[in-house]
């Protein structure tokens, strides 16, 4: 039997992260795991300087240079308004970080012995795709651990073209 001690939630506070939640809570539940709530601030601007950094600037800190005190205080307050009630009984931790969202998570993930991360399909940022890629895709192909993506049973998803 496969057993957790670490999940990982990602949110970024969309409809998808918040079925996401109840998957994580589940698995920390069963298997008296620590859940680990990790919200990454999304913006293009951080995440082009973090890339930048990252690429151009040799021992650079990445995205953590441009990264607000303020933003951290109001992402965390909205961490345990969202979540909070929900997790009696439950070891948890809030953490918010800056960066690009499938970086940080990765890094976090390998760097508390995460055994499985969960989110959800589709966020708040889809529409960045275009530009960064997806997030979920990303953290699949590139986590240590396993990686979980909940899809919303209310969405109806489509193929595009013809694919099938």
């Given at each position: 039997m496969i057993a957790y001690k670490n999940v990982l939630f990602c949110t970024d506070f969309s409809e998808d992260a918040n079925i996401a939640f109840l998957h994580a809570l589940d698995l920390s539940a069963k298997h008296g795991a620590k859940l680990h709530i990790l919200h990454v601030p999304h913006s293009s601007y951080t995440y082009l300087r973090h890339v930048v950094d990252e690429h151009v600037q040799p021992g650079s800190k990445g995205g953590e240079a441009f990264y607000d005190a303020e933003v951290e205080k109001t992402a965390l307050a909205a961490l345990k308004k969202e979540y909070g009630a929900r997790l009696a009984g439950i070891d948890h931790l809030y953490?918010?970080?800056?960066?690009?969202?499938?970086?940080?998570?990765?890094?976090?993930?390998?760097?508390?012995?995460?055994?499985?991360?969960?989110?959800?399909?589709?966020?708040?940022?889809?529409?960045?795709?275009?530009?960064?890629?997806?997030?979920?895709?990303?953290?699949?192909?590139?986590?240590?651990?396993?990686?979980?993506?909940?899809?919303?049973?209310?969405?109806?998803?489509?193929?595009?073209?013809?694919?099938?």
């Open positions: 953490v918010v970080m800056g960066g690009g969202p499938d970086v940080e998570i990765i890094r976090y993930a390998k760097k508390n012995d995460i055994d499985v991360i969960v989110m959800g399909a589709l966020g708040k940022a889809e529409q960045d795709r275009v530009v960064h890629g997806s997030t979920v895709e990303n953290v699949s192909r590139y986590a240590h651990c396993h990686v979980i993506a909940i899809r919303n049973p209310a969405k109806q998803f489509t193929l595009p073209g013809k694919m099938y």
